[in-house]
């Protein structure tokens, strides 16, 4: 079974920019469809930005224009580079591959906090 890591959360007053990074350990292919999602308190869970397997990128309609996703297929890392943050971007961020046969298994990585103040 994969692990997925992300790192890159903090602090920023709004206006700035963070970039997570999630490393995916123990086979590559999970990165193939990999996603980012958000958790603010008290709200439900949120999908920001995707890769499917045709490599093409979605993002939720709230980050269009300021988040971007990437990957480093030679790192087995994804990204998210998060521009033009707002008090609103404050939340816990979730990388996952949405593979969901072995090894992947649709894992989850343990988190990465934003917060943004105004």
């Known amino acids: 079974q994969v692990q997925l890591v992300e790192s890159g959360g903090g602090s920023v007053q709004a206006g700035g920019s963070l970039r997570l990074s999630c490393v995916v350990s123990g086979d590559s292919v999970c990165t193939r469809d990999m996603s980012w999602y958000r958790q603010a308190p008290g709200k439900e869970r949120e999908v920001v930005s995707g890769f499917d397997l045709r490599g093409s990128t979605t993002y939720a309609d709230s980050v269009k224009g300021r988040f971007t996703i990437s990957r480093d297929n030679a790192k087995n890392t994804v990204y998210l580079q998060m521009n033009s943050l707002k008090p609103e971007d404050t939340a816990m961020y979730y990388c996952?591959?949405?593979?969901?046969?072995?090894?992947?298994?649709?894992?989850w990585g343990q988190g990465a906090q934003v917060t943004v103040s105004s």
């Open positions: 996952k591959t949405d593979l969901t046969g072995w090894p992947c298994l649709g894992v």
